[in-house]
């Protein structure tokens, strides 16, 4: 599922530092490289809003 600004569920839970909910989305096949209409990925997303814990997870997932 994609937002107008081609902000997927896994960008959102990134962005607003849901581990939890970012954890279940990939290990359910999200795609994790996927950007945004500005070109930034999760795991940018999550990096600029200091969520060390995505951040984390998202590396481990290949990001």
Known sequence: MQRP????????????????VAELLVTHGADIELPDERGWTPL????????????QLLLQHGA
């Open 44 to 55: 940018m997303a999550a990096a600029w809003k200091d969520h060390v814990d995505v951040v």
């Open 5 to 20: 600004n081609n902000c997927t569920a896994l960008y959102i839970a990134c962005e607003h530092g849901h581990a939890e």
